[in-house]
């Protein structure tokens, strides 16, 4: 997109909220809060670039909750709640800019000065698009958008609740990978009896080969290191824990992973893991292709809801305390979950359920802001780099 083009049609709230900074008058001057974000971590890390506050891009116009009530419901219970200093910029339609701009007016006292703003768009991919044909044919959706103002480090991170074959191809279209990354992985964190366990691919590759599938394990690997595990512990995801099951690319992947363990140290790889298994907490990192763990991963929440609405029913007859029921809705409800990281990617984009709603909105948005203020990306590359060089 051209800068021009860009900069009209970013509008943002000034010292008055009722008042649109971003006018045609001044499309040719890039002083949206877009352009104002720092322009690489370098500059984020230093004393200038300190005060900068992080500038989060959310998409939800092509996710099943996109009509203007449920986006200002969100917008709300987001400034009311996260407490960490936080910018906004919220992809719209017309009719939807038109409510955000009544929902400046409300509750300007609720905002901080330019912590709000839009991108007023006029196409959305929807769930039922071609994610191939959607991202060439609409351009200036507000995903494509959203892809772009991220390589361009307009912002530092992009939440969607869209399409996710066409949230991955427009990664992949408009974002580099990594280095020695061939593909990017959707990778997410789920409770378990000791720390959490990172699990990846939930969704992003149905199909994979075992090169793939050592490449997720090696992403796995950095990820829990960046988050303070010294010596993270890898599963491959199988019918059962003999070298011999599964299929003939598992078979493979397992002899592949073999190779990141050495003799006078403690495994990495330990192996395969049945599904009984995995909230044991032996594991760090479970390794398997996007169709299962999409599959694994639904199945799992769709039982821990299950569980809670089953408890929250006959808390009356059933004998157990009120803080183990706040526990176990902190650990197994979805919503509590921030979503999954496009992982593999030179960017920080979280994806959630298509049907998330305010709350685990909330929680997606909490999550960049932690991957941004803990430098995600760089630490990422660090630890591959280090893995390579093992």
Do not use: W
Not at 276 to 284: A, L, M, P, T, Y
Not at 300 to 307: A, L, M, N
């Amino acid at each position: 997109m051209h800068e021009k083009t860009l900069n009209g049609r970013i509008t943002q709230r000034k010292k008055k909220m009722s008042q649109i900074a971003q006018t045609a008058e001044n499309q040719d001057s890039p002083t949206g809060c877009v352009h104002s974000v720092a322009t690489t971590e370098e500059e984020r890390l230093s004393p200038k670039g300190k005060s900068k506050i992080p500038l989060v891009g959310i998409d939800l116009l092509g996710g099943d909750n996109n009509h203007p009530e449920f986006i200002i419901e969100t917008l709300h219970g987001i400034f009311s709640k996260v407490r960490d200093p936080l910018r906004l910029l919220v992809f719209a339609t017309p009719d939807i800019r038109n409510c955000i701009e009544s929902f400046q007016e409300l509750h300007s006292g609720l905002l901080p000065t330019e912590s709000l703003c839009f991108f007023e768009v006029e196409e959305v991919i929807h769930m039922d698009d071609d994610p191939l044909l959607a991202i060439r044919r609409k351009k200036e959706a507000s995903m494509c958008v959203g892809m772009r103002l991220l390589k361009e480090k307009k912002i530092d991170a992009l939440v969607s609740t869209g399409n996710t074959g066409a949230l991955i191809a427009s990664a992949r279209m408009y974002l580099p990978l990594l280095e020695g990354i061939q593909r990017s992985a959707l990778i997410t964190l789920l409770p378990t009896k000791k720390s959490p366990i990172a699990v990846l691919d939930v969704g992003a590759n149905i199909e994979c080969m075992p090169e793939h599938l050592v490449q997720f394990a090696q992403m796995g690997l950095a990820y829990q290191k960046s988050r303070g595990i010294l010596n993270p512990r890898i599963g491959l995801l199988n019918i059962g824990t003999e070298e011999k099951k599964g299929r003939g690319d598992l078979r493979e992947t397992y002899k592949l992973l073999q190779k990141f363990n050495s003799p006078n140290e403690a495994p990495v790889f330990i192996g395969n893991v049945e599904g009984k298994e995995i909230f044991s907490g032996n594991v760090d990192v479970l390794v398997t292709d996007g169709f299962t763990g999409n599959v694994f991963l639904k199945t799992s929440e769709g039982i821990s809801s299950f569980i809670l609405e089953t408890l929250h029913e006959n808390q009356a007859i059933l004998p157990f305390s009120k803080p183990l029921l706040s526990r176990l809705e902190k650990e197994l409800y979805s919503a509590e979950s921030p979503g999954a990281i496009l992982c593999g990617t030179d960017g920080i984009i979280m994806k959630c359920h298509g049907d998330a709603n305010p709350e685990a909105l909330m929680s997606g948005v909490q999550g960049a802001l932690r991957l941004i203020n803990g430098r995600f990306i760089a630490k990422m590359k660090e630890q591959l780099a280090n893995l390579s060089r093992d």
